[in-house]
Structures are given as C-alpha cells and as structure tokens.
C-alpha cells in the first residue's frame, strides 16, 4: 500500500508537467495578444508600447524559453506575475482566493453525496413506487439543466419577484462565518444539482445490483433486520462505485465552479482563471489551472486509498 | 404596449407569493417527474439634475473660449447662487447621510490617475479634487479644487486655487502640487510610452508654471478651443507630490525639451495623503471597495452645480465587484445597488412595476455604431459610396433600434453647439439605392480585388451581432447580383483589437470592422473624442482603417492631407460660432467623401437605471464621466 502511494506521488509531478506543456502550448498558439489586453484600451497609445510590454514580461522570446522560465520559477513557488496591471503576484493571488473555491468545492460534494446518496438509497429500497418514480423523474431534471442556466435562474427570479437575490457581497468565512456560509450554499447548492442527480442515479442503479445479489439474500435468511440488511450489507458494498463517481464529480464542480463564482460574485480561482482567459494573461491561466489539476490528482489518488478503507479486499 | 405583451411579461407583472411559488414549483417538479420517469425503462443501467441651473445653462450655450471663461465665471457663481438657494429651500437633516451601494465588473488596475483608468474612477472621485467638473449636456463647468479661470491671452491659461484645501495627511494643496499633478501626465505618458491619459489634452502645452502659491499658469504652444474642457478630466487630479517622492514607483525617464532627463513615478497604490477629495478610501480588495467621508475636508464656499458647501451629502461608496451582467441587474433589482447605469432599451420592461427601481430616460444620440472601412482596398472613393448605398437604412431602424432610431453624424448630437446637420441634412448621404451601388462599385478601381467583404466584429454584446448579420445582409442584397459575396467574422475582444490595429501589410483581412451597438449615448464634451478620433488620420484613421498620409494609395493621402489641416483649423478656432462653421464643414467632407467610416442609424433615447432612493444623481451627464463627483447626490431615507 504505501509503495503504492509512494508510486503515485511520484507520478504527480510528471503528470503535472505534461498538463503544463500542453496548457502553455495552447495559450501560445492562440491568436491575440496579452500587451493588447494590458494596455491595448490606450487609444493612441505608442506602438513601442507594446513592444516594451513585451519586453517586460519577455514575451518576444521564443515560446521554450518563456515556458522554461515559468517552470523553473513553479518550481520555486513562483508563478510570476500577471501580465494585466496592476501586475500582482499569480501566487499572492491565488492563495488569497484559493480557500472560497475549496470552501464552494467542498459544500458542493457535501450537499451532492447527502443527497444524492439519500435519494438513491430510498429509490432503490422503494424500487417502482411513486417516490421512485419522482426521484427519478427529478434526477433526469438535474441532469438535463444546465448549472449556468439553472444558476441564472437561482440569481434572477427571486430579485424580480421578492426583491432578494443570493449573489450578493462576499464576506469571508474568518470574518463572518454565518454569513459566509448563506452566501456559499448557493453556488454550492447550483452545482450540486446535476451532480446529486447523477450520483442518486448511479447509487440507485448500485444499489438494485447489489440487493439481489446472494449474500443480501443470506442476510436476510438469517433474520437479520430491514436496516442492517440495507446499511451493512447493500450500501457499503455499493460504495466503491459511487466513490469512484464522486471523486471524478470532482473534476465537474470544478468546471462549474468558474462558471458559479462568476454568476454569484465569488472571489474565487474560478473567477480568476476566467479573467486571466480573456486577459490573455497566461501565468494566471496555468497557475490556475495547476492548482486545480493538483487539488483533482490528489482527489483521485484519495479516493483510491478509499477503497482500501471500504472494501478490506482490496490491496494495492 | 400592454396588448403587444406576451405570456411572460404578464406572468412577471403577476404578483407571485413564496407561498404560491413553493406550491407552483412542487406541483411542476412533481408532474415533470412523473412523466420523465415514465419516459422510458433505461434507468437502472444509466449512470450517468436641478431647474434651478437652467437659465445658467442656457447662458452658456458657447464653449469655453476666452470670452465664454469669463461669461462662465459669472454664470457659474449665478448657478451657484440659485442651486445654493434651491438647496437650502429643502435641505433638511435627512438628506445627509447613508452609503451609496455601487458597482463595478471587475478589480482596478492600479490607482494612480495618470497611469491607467479601468475600473477606479470611484476611488480618484471621491478622494481626490479636480479643477472642475463639467456637464457636457448643461455646457457647465462648476468648480471644485479651482475658484477660477481666465484665459489672459490665446496662449495663456491662468487658475486660480481654491484657498484652505488640505492633503488627507495635512499637506496643504498649493500651486506647487497642481503645476505637478499637471505636468507629470506627459511625463508618465512619454515614459510609459502610452497611458489613459489624453494626449491631445496637453500636447499643445509648453508648461506649466506655479505662479504664485494659488496661482497656476498654463503656457501653451498654440491656442486650444478645447482646452477647459479637458482640464475637467479627473486624470488632472491634485496628487500630493510628496507622496509620490516617499512611495512612487520608477516607471521609466522622459527626456524634456530642454534635454534634461528625469525620472518618473507612479502611485498605483495611492497611500493616505495623496488625495485631498471629500472621502478617504477604507478598503480595497477583490469583493470591492470602500470610500468614507473625511471629516476635514474644505468648505466648497461657494458651492457650484453638484457641489454642497460642507461637503457631499452622501457619508460613503460601497463598490461590489460584479463581473456578471445578470448578478448585477439582480443586485439592483433586489435592492442591493443603487446605481445600475445603462439599461439594454429592450429589458427596459423587466424594470416596471419595481417600486425601488428608478429608469431614466434620456433622449439623444445613442453613441458609436461604425462600420470602419479599410482604405488598402477602398482607396477609390466610388468603392466606399458603394457600400454606403447598399446599406437599407429605414430597414435598418426597424430591425435594430425597434423603440426609436436616428441618423448619425460625425460628431454627436449630444454637442449642439457643434452639431447643426439635422436628420434632415443627413438623408441626403444616407439613402439605399441597390442600383446606385452596383454602378459604383463595378466603376470603382481596385488595387486589390474584392469579391468578398469580410465583416469584422467582436464577440460579446448580441446586438452587436445582429448589426453585422444585418449589414452583411444589406450588402449581399445590393451587390449580391454583381457576384459581391459578404461574411461575418467574430472573435473574442483581444484577438478582435490585434487584428483590427495590425500593420503588417498594406491592406487588413477583413474589409468592414463593425463595432459600437449605438444604444447608449455619453461624451466628454469634446468634438475629437465625439467621434472625430475615428476618422482622423493621425489616430484611428491610421491605427485601424488605413486612412492616414503616408498611404501608397494617393487619394488616400491626398484625403488625409486635407482632413488634418481641417482637424487642426477647428481646434485652434476658440470662437464657438466659427468652430461650429468649420465642423459643419468637416462633417460634409467627411460624408461627401465616405471617408474612413461610417456612423450606422443609433438609438434616440437611452435608459439607465438609479434606485428611487438616489436623488438629484445628473442622470443626463452620468455616462459623460462627472456625474460620479456629484456631491450634491443624496439618499432618501
């Protein structure tokens, strides 16, 4: 087991390399231009502008020497700084939004397993009931609804019919901890519709396989009760699917989250990886997306070892 | 209007309790359930402004020359004097206080107001004191960090400083701190190679000299009509220059005339004590900002238009971050933002029937809509005029600018004193004849062949789209059966400028950029900047259409040759009746001469959004830039 952790860790930076080069390559090859973005709103502003912008940043160099830059300095903890004025520090940037977006992340798969384990459970135990029949027919809704349009929704109607919307001023969890949390729950709650859905569908699914397998059916000839049948026996052997989902879910809120702090007005990576996209300004977009491409490698390595902890069977 | 209205305006003008909403919702999302799970088996494997100044106003129909400063002056001190009076009338305990929520898309870029101006123009407003402000629509200057102004002779401008006025740190603002607030902008220009900061504001000046401690002397190289106008940008802040000694960052040497070379400086952070303005800045970060009253600042004696003697009514900004244009209605229209500013004509219904919800309606001209024109290829004037018949303007109207369209000029009609070609005068360019346009164009000579006329445009507002699908449309109909085929191409913003403005060769690859909706109106009350900077040859004439004097195309720098001496003759004209001949003039050559660009039909009224709490906010000057210094904008309680 520990030679097996021991391997994957050692996998994560090379891992991480290859998800750098191919993300610097796309933002390199793309048309447009950073010293547009930056200083481009200067009406009359002096071609030497840009070429001295340039210069600045070392964007005239060849693309290996730009992208060897930027790595020895990630390397170091370094991600630069960002190419749109005022030009901060990428890491200062990110440390000091990264804990709403793992807040957001966190509640999301928080209310996404609570509930989409729970409708699961009951759909697959009242199998071909009325409640099954709803939960079902809601769970094809949260998964056919958009979360950007679903969150649309979420922001606009109750300004227009109640005067209240849920996107309102960001106050951070060490300042007003209550609060804090009636602000996230939205976006969380936004994001966690699909993957509830989805994941009640696959635990359901799980569920109904393992019900009729044959030690439930000695299980219950030994008079074991309802609830132990259910939760001892049927869930935790339904699990390892549902783990694996959760753990690539993972990946979704992710996507969703630069969509959800832009609608909800989240000072978070999202957001910042969506300006450093239409800024141009590729130190932002790769220390962006290399913290979530590392915050996701490391999820998937947990869920993983999760396994291990379910079901005893399972050895690396 | 009522009997035009579809199922979903009624069912968004219904009252719907949250009580009726749940039970709507619970019934709907039962019922959905109910027949999607009996769509199908497949589940089990699925995992997937005040009346008051009116008569003032009137009397400044000229723009600031020499004798217009003075009438100014005295019209100013007369404006003062009824606004003061209307003010004390219904000044009561209740109108100051409370804090003003506003917004903003996204983070500034840096503070200091002589480098970049994106997004902290709340911050240099209320911290820090102009010369003046101006309302382009009243033509009225009324004055905060200045008492006065004279124009001594037609290369002298003399200020005079408003005594008593302190740095937030206690520094006394002299004529030292505003000769160098004034001055440094070209250096940070020159050194920067480029900022926001309007050149053509003081590419005409020599120096500026503090004469006196409150005395600040203007020394141009030339006589500027536009000149006061300028000085109202708040880039001319008053910025303690001891400030930037102990805080600035380097940003680069300028060399001046002289040969003497110094090094420049910037502020971006704007410590305590660069500002001497009504409020001090309490936070900044990435939800917003914050600005709150400081307790010491200067009587405002006499207090001007949008000024109160004892400083502004309201006690702080709130500004939220908004990046999203849905979040930010919603915020207003749940109350959590006073100000929303333009509202898109069409969704101006949503705002109805909201008691809190105050939408404005200002009639003129509704801003920049340009199909720019590049001259590699269009060199020949019939080629131009061409594409100028084929466009369906009365169509046009109808299609876009559904709630009311008007022709457009080459300077706005926000600025009477120098717009006098009436809808009328400007039918006789803006006529769609197909015939007309197939003639001219087959007749036209090209250097370079144009089959297909590529429309170029930048992706974001949907109306902007539907104005090139329009266009492309109104082409391919008129010269369509002359073989003339038309596309439309959209990119993001960035890839959109790069192309737009790239010179490496002759001819650009595209053949129209289309940009501006037309559906807001604003200036700054200079005709350059409304909208003559896009024809002139020496600016986006050369930048973005190939229109410029070194041309290897030779009607091209013939035209070129004579727009700039025409530019240069009006700007120098201080006297306004004769400057408005003489853009009157310009404005025929350039539509004779379908040169550069042409301004597509705009909006005739524009619409923006204030809370009903917000009073005497200078709607009509709010998109000029001012309104934002209003200081006599007040909360109701």
Redesign the interface.
């Known amino acids: 087991m520990t030679r097996y952790i021991v391997r994957r860790l050692i996998a994560v930076p090379f891992m991480l390399l290859g998800i750098s080069f191919v993300l610097f390559m796309l933002l390199y090859i793309r ?4 010293a ?2 930056a ?8 071609p ?2 840009f070429e ?1 912008f340039e210069e600045r940043f070392g964007l005239n160099r060849p693309w290996w020497e730009q992208y060897g830059d930027w790595l020895w300095g990630a390397l170091q903890g370094d991600l630069g700084e960002r190419l ?3 030009h901060d520090d990428v890491m200062g940037d990110i440390i ?2 990264l804990p709403n977006t793992l807040e957001i992340g966190l509640l999301t798969i928080f209310i996404s397993a609570v509930i989409g384990i729970s409708v699961g459970v009951v759909s697959a135990v009242r199998r071909n009931s009325i409640l ?7 769970t ?2 949260g ?1 056919s609804i958009p979360n950007f349009w679903f969150a ?1 929704l979420v ?2 109607l ?8 849920p ?5 951070v969890f060490t300042d007003d901890p209550i609060y804090n949390l009636s602000l996230a729950v939205w976006p969380a709650v936004t994001l966690a519709l699909a993957s509830a859905a ?1 994941m009640a ?2 635990v ?2 799980s569920m ?1 396989e393992v019900l009729f397998s044959d030690y439930v059916r000695t299980a219950r000839a030994k008079g074991l009760r309802d609830r132990s049948v259910i939760w001892g026996h049927v869930f935790r052997n339904s699990l390892i699917p549902v783990i694996t ?1 959760v753990g690539l879910q993972l990946g979704a809120v992710l996507g969703g989250v630069v969509i959800a702090e ?4 989240v ?1 978070g990576l999202g ?1 910042l990886s ?2 450093g996209v ?3 300004d590729y130190p932002v977009v790769l220390g962006t997306i290399m913290v979530f491409s590392f915050v996701f490698v490391l999820v998937t390595l947990l869920v993983d070892i999760l396994y291990t902890v379910i079901d005893p069977r399972i050895r690396y | 209007m009522r009997d035009n209205e579809n199922y979903w305006q009624r069912l ?1 003008r219904r009252p ?1 309790s ?1 009580r009726s ?1 749940l039970v709507g919702s619970g019934v709907a ?2 019922g ?8 199908g088996d497949d ?6 402004a005040p009346a008051a100044t009116q008569a003032a106003a009137e009397e400044q129909a000229a723009a600031a020359t020499e004798a217009a400063a003075e009438e100014q002056a005295a019209a100013a001190t007369e404006a003062a004097a009824a606004t003061q009076a209307a003010a004390q009338e219904d000044t009561g305990p209740d109108k100051r206080g409370g804090t003003l929520l506003n917004w903003k898309t ?1 983070e ?3 503070l200091d107001p002589g ?2 101006h ?1 997004s902290n123009r709340e911050i240099h407003n209320g911290t820090m004191t102009q010369p003046y402000t101006y309302q382009a629509t009243k033509n009225l200057f009324s004055m905060d960090g200045m008492v006065g102004f004279e124009q001594v002779d037609p290369t002298t401008f003399v200020w005079s400083i408003r005594p008593g006025m302190k740095f937030h740190n206690g520094d006394v603002v002299d004529s030292e701190a505003v000769a160098f607030s004034f001055g440094r902008l070209e250096k940070l220009y020159r050194a ?5 900061t ?3 504001g003081y590419a005409f000046v020599d120096s500026f000299e503090a004469t006196d401690e409150l005395t600040v002397a203007e020394h141009w190289a030339r006589p500027n009509a536009d000149a006061p106008v300028y000085r109202a940008a708040h880039y001319y802040s008053f910025l303690n220059p001891r400030m930037v000694d102990e805080f600035g960052k380097f940003e680069g040497s300028y060399e001046g005339p002289d040969g003497v070379v110094e090094d420049v400086y910037s502020v ?1 952070e704007l410590p305590h004590g660069s500002g001497s303005g009504p409020y001090t800045m309490t936070k900044r ?4 900002t914050r600005i709150e009253r400081w307790p010491d600042y200067h009587k405002h004696t006499p207090a001007d238009d949008g000024f109160v003697e004892d400083g502004p009514y309201i006690d702080a900004w ?1 500004t ?5 244009a ?2 930010a ?3 207003f ?4 933002l006073d100000i929303f500013t333009t509202v898109d004509p069409l969704e101006v219904p ?1 705002f109805e029937g ?1 008691d ?1 919800v105050n939408v404005v309606e200002i009639t003129g001209d509704g801003g920049l809509c340009m199909q720019g024109m590049d001259g590699g290829k269009f060199h020949d004037k019939r080629s131009r005029q061409a594409l100028q018949k084929s466009l369906d303007y009365e169509g046009f109207i109808a299609a876009i600018r559904p709630l009311g369209g008007q022709y457009a000029a080459p300077i706005t009609d926000l600025l009477p004193a120098y717009q006098k070609l009436s809808q009328q005068d400007l039918q006789e360019w803006y006529r769609f004849d197909p015939a007309e346009a197939q003639a001219l164009w087959q007749a036209a000579d090209f250097v370079v062949p144009v089959e297909n006329i590529k429309i170029f445009q930048s992706t974001g507002a949907p109306l902007q789209h539907e104005i090139s699908d329009f266009l492309a449309q109104s082409i391919a109909t008129a010269l369509g059966p002359i073989g003339v085929t038309t596309e439309v191409e959209a ?5 959109w ?3 737009a403005v790239d010179r490496s060769t002759d001819v650009k690859d595209w053949e129209i950029l289309s940009y501006g909706t037309g559906d807001r109106s604003g200036t700054d009350g200079i005709p350059n900047n409304s909208f003559l ?1 896009n024809y002139d040859p020496r ?2 004439g050369f ?1 973005a259409f190939n229109h410029y004097l070194e041309s290897p195309r030779p009607e091209i720098a013939e035209g070129s040759a004579t727009i700039i001496e025409m530019l240069n003759a009006q700007e120098a004209e201080t006297d306004p009746e004769a400057r408005g001949v003489l853009l009157t003039e310009l404005q025929r050559w350039i539509l004779d001469n379908h040169w550069c660009n042409w301004r597509l039909p705009v909006s005739s009224v524009s619409y923006f959004g204030f809370s009903s709490r917000l009073q005497d906010q200078g709607a009509a000057d709010w998109l000029n830039g001012y309104s934002l210094r209003r200081e006599s904008m007040w909360l109701q309680s």
């Open positions: 048309p447009g231009s950073a547009f973005a200083i481009g709103s200067v009406g009359d502003a002096d030497r502008a001295k749109t004025p005022p000091e939004v099954d029949y709803a939960f079902r027919g809601i094809i809704m998964i649309i922001i606009y109750p300004a227009l019919w109640w005067g209240w919307t996107a309102r001023q960001w106050v989805g569908r696959f359901r699914t109904l989902l832009q609608l909800f007005t000072p957001r969506l300006e239409t800024d141009q | 968004r719907v949250r909403f999302a039962a959905s359930a109910a027949i999607l799970a009996g769509c589940d089990d494997d699925d995992a997937a996204e500034d870029a840096g480098v970049f994106l920067l190679d480029g900022t926001h309007t050149r053509t971006q970060d990435s939800t917003g709130e939220r971050i908004i990046p999203d849905v979040a209605k919603a915020a229209l749940a109350g959590d949503e909201q809190h990119v993001d913003g960035n890839s400028a790069a192309r900077i600016a986006y930048n």
